[in-house]
């Protein structure tokens, strides 16, 4: 089963649509602030793009998703990047992303938080908006490094990163 987190109009084929508004006609109503009514190891795939900015308590997001995806899901997420207007232009944005902000995820990271579960990085790779499009390829060479020296001068419009879960 792959499900479609937070769909709004995006309807995706072979994918369980879901969404908080009705309006968008989603296969399935889904608050994600409140446990996902999937059963555990059950989910192969999720999508869910720009959305994780408007959820107030990440980390049991995380969790939900760890709980209902099996050994091997992959979870691909687009967010805004923290530097650019669009992640502070809407006013329902609760948090900020950067390169280096679902490493904790990774049990091989120093920095692993235990109580999440844990998420293997597969990729991830900085996007701008078509202006910037030739330095998307110098920037993605060291991410880390363009993200202490050049985000608010060149800044990258979003975050996408693929995830795989662990078990």
């Given at each position: ?24 006609n989603p296969d399935k109503i889904v608050d994600l602030e409140k446990p ?24 049991f997001v995380l969790k939900e998703f760890y709980r209902v995806c099996k ?73 880390r490094v363009y993200q202490e020296l050049f985000p608010w001068i060149f ?13």
């Amino acid at each position: 089963m792959k499900l479609h987190l937070g769909c709004g109009r995006d309807y995706r084929k072979g994918y369980i649509n879901c969404d908080i508004s009705p309006e968008v006609n989603p296969d399935k109503i889904v608050d994600l602030e409140k446990p996902l009514d999937f059963e555990d190891d059950s989910i192969e795939e999720i999508m869910i793009n720009h959305v994780l900015e408007h959820i107030h308590d990440i980390m049991f997001v995380l969790k939900e998703f760890y709980r209902v995806c099996k050994n091997g899901a992959i979870i691909n997420i687009q967010v805004p990047y923290f530097s650019h207007e669009s992640a502070f232009s809407t006013m329902t944005h609760v948090r900020f992303f950067t390169w280096t902000s679902f490493d904790f995820l990774d049990a091989e990271n120093p920095r692993h938080y235990d109580a999440v579960g844990n998420f293997k990085t597969v990729w991830k790779k900085l996007k701008w908006r078509r202006i910037f499009k030739p330095l998307e390829l110098l920037f993605n060479i060291s991410p880390r490094v363009y993200q202490e020296l050049f985000p608010w001068i060149f800044p990258a419009k979003e975050l996408h990163i693929k995830l795989r879960v662990i078990k």
